[in-house]
């Protein structure tokens, strides 16, 4: 049997679509009809950069869809069940196919309240928010995603609020009762990003890095940020965030930088996935919980994009992400759509 893939052929090189073999899962996996898939700056990365993939190389890492097989010993999933993870870039868990394995422990349940669009647009936002600000590899502020743990009085700030990453760290502060949230982004995403628990939101275009630490100031009535997370990752978002924060402060970023540490600051760089082994134990709980907090409505997916011709539509989602053509939104391919 085999299947439409969009493979990266070679280092630097383009993306097409061809037939390959239909993964079979292995122990402990499920494989995956994949519904839909969303894109990721990390995808056109990849091949502007050439790192972390062997070639032909299948990646995307943001998967909902159906359960086609199950494999040895997996327990708590039938074939048909929608369900959503997070792939990783090896070739049969990418997400630019039609059918994908993943590991069953780090799968869920698609919540009813959602469509798989939507359910694509979670894993690797929510878990890289996550894992900063919950797991012992960030922040450790609730490993065990316990519903009593508060942080009500203190601040926090997120640099990049209409980001995906940044959407899910919004309502993460807000889940841990964070009673002053501010964020750096766009004006015009202000109502968005407040109903997702931004109390404040700082407008990048009248308020420059440079000033960003007085602005916060003036919000906090001068007492201190003591926890800040950067989802935009450049030199210059560091930098603010680390002027922002009080001393002994932690900043979590999501791209590591030559020098991660600075006037008795903590810079925390994290690897926002559950597959590697150092991630795997709060992987394991994070897709326990997940599910329930969609369905709750505590945690909202990213608003999304639809594009249109299966994973060939793939390539130019991308290239609208590296041109910064994507404002608030994830694009969502459908590969089953592909011709
Ligand atoms: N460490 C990890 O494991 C990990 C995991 C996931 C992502 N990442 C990285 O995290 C970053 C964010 O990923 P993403 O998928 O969340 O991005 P995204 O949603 O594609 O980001 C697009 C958004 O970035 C905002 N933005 C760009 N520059 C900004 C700035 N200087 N200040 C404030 N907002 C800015 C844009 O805001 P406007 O609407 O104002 O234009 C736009 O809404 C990327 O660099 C990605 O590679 C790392």
Redesign the pocket.
Known sequence: MSQKVLFLEKALGSFMVANAPIPKPGPGQVSIKVISSAL???DW?IQAFDFGVKYPAIIGVDIAGDVEEIGEGVQGFSKGDKVFCQGTFVSEMGGFQQYALNPAEIVGKIPSNIDYAQASSIP??FT?AAIGIMSKNGLALNPSFDSNVSFSGKPAFV??G?????QYALQIFRLLGFSTIIT???AR?TDFLKSLGATHVID?AKVSVDSLAEAMRKITDNSPIEIAFN???DPD?RAACLNSLAQGGKLVD??SQTKDEADGKKVLT????PHPAHNREFGRILWKHLPRLVQEGKIIPNRVEKLSNGLAGIDDGLKK?KA?Q???VKLIAFPQETV
């Open positions: 990721n700056p990390v990365k690797v936002g890289t640099f990049g209409s980001t995906s990453v940044g750096y982004a766009s995403h990048r989802a935009v990752g978002s999501v791209i994290i690897h926002g996935s992400m910064h994507v404002s608030g």
